[in-house]
């Protein structure tokens, strides 16, 4: 039987961190949890709701996730290069991020067959005043880094996670301005935001339309397979008046030809539903139906030249495994889904990667 699957596959959206040796939010409670094998899933009620729903299982955020464990959850698919995306280090001062760009650097990629690491997205606010010196820094840390990620989600929601204070940073001035640096040296943008903020990427990618712009994630329609937070998503007319505004939004966004788009974070846990256990694809009718219409309406607003298949590993790994994140959209494009593009060409594209 054929493979589905181009000879090389690139993932271009996982996370690796070790809150043993490293800063991060977790680092305190994973220290002290270290001799259990296994975080307790009961630990996740001592934490906030707002990290409860978006983390999932504590286990997969308090240990390390490192290039072992991702060609572990990998298993049999040709992954071959991926693409590390920050993952919210810890640090004081703006320079702070470059320690994490030059730890990820060091990992033992394309060792014991793990694959290659491709490219590197870093972490910067281009409000910073000196924004641009400090992507100087991240530039000259690894050769490797094409593109920033500053995460600009915020919800109306008061128990939604927030990862920005500004709910429209995205069409602040101040942003808008401080985005020269950025552009000015050639790096992509990767933008993480919830769907309400969708119209603010759109006046980004208005403003420099010459610098490519990432769309991850969907952007996160929150609530949309079942409630989160204290008022999201509670009902199904809820959930379709969230659609409709999310498929509105996204084909305004794709009308801008330089922002391409992700099949990415379809488990994360903050677009809701009860899924106890990670999907593999023997159960994958458990989530084709809920996913369709996210995945279709991507792929026809963009197009197959501008989407691509990323993981989101291990932020994902509590609801599916990687294979059912790749076989899904297989399952649901069909004759469509042009593999050779949606699991290669058009990240190599995005980030600049060699063959």
């Known amino acids: 039987m054929n493979s589905p699957w181009p000879i090389a596959m690139i993932d271009p ?34 934490a906030p709701r707002s990290d409860r729903e978006f983390i999932g299982h504590p286990h997969h955020a308090m240990k390390p996730y490192l290039p072992s464990d991702y060609l572990r959850d ?19 001062g703006h320079l702070g991020g470059v320690d994490e760009t030059r730890w990820v650097a060091a990992l033992p990629f394309g060792q014991d067959g793990s694959p290659q690491l491709g490219a590197i997205v870093v972490h910067a606010d281009p409000r910073w005043e000196d924004a641009g010196d400090v992507l100087d820094a991240q530039t000259a840390a690894s050769r490797l880094v094409r593109g920033v990620r500053f995460s600009a989600s915020n919800h109306p929601d008061p128990a939604v996670r927030d990862f920005c204070s500004h709910p429209g940073v995205l069409s602040d001035p101040s942003f808008l301005r401080g985005f020269a640096a950025l552009a000015d ?11 309400h903020q969708l119209p ?11 610098t490519t712009l990432v769309l991850d994630h969907y952007a996160t329609p929150v609530g949309l397979f079942g409630p989160r937070g204290k008022h999201t998503g ?16 996204i084909a305004t966004l794709a009308q801008f030809p330089n922002v391409v788009a992700k099949h990415s974070g379809l ?19 458990k989530i ?21 298949w990323a993981s989101n590993y291990p932020i994902d790994k509590p609801v599916h495994t990687i294979a059912a994140s790749a076989r899904v959209l ?7 889904a042009h593999p050779q593009k949606l699991f290669h060409d058009v990240a190599q594209r995005t980030y600049g990667m060699g063959p």
Do not use: C, N
């Not at 040796?21 to 270290?34: G, I, N, S, V, Y």
């Not at 050639?186 to 933008?191: C, K, P």
């Open 13 to 46: 959206h996982i996370h690796q961190w070790d809150p043993y040796t490293t800063p991060r939010h977790t680092t305190r409670k994973a220290r002290l949890f270290r001799p259990l094998p296994q975080i307790p899933r009961a630990l996740r009620w001592t």
């Open 288 to 308: 084709v139906d809920r996913s369709a219409p996210l995945i279709r309406h991507l792929h026809d607003s963009f197009s197959a030249d501008r989407t691509m």
């Open 267 to 285: 488990g994360m846990p903050l677009l809701g539903g009860d899924l106890r256990r990670p999907i593999d694809v023997a159960q994958l009718p």
């Open 74 to 92: 990998a298993g049999q698919l040709p992954v071959t290069s991926v693409v590390h995306i920050e993952a919210a280090w810890q640090a004081s």
């Open 200 to 210: 603010d990427a759109a006046v980004l990618a208005r403003e420099y339309p010459e």
């Open 330 to 336: 297989l399952e649901v494009l069909g004759g469509d």
């Open 185 to 195: 040296r050639r790096l992509s943008f990767e933008m993480w935001l919830y769907s």
């Open 234 to 249: 509670t009902t199904g007319r809820d959930r379709s008046s969230l659609l409709a505004k999310w498929r509105d939004d």
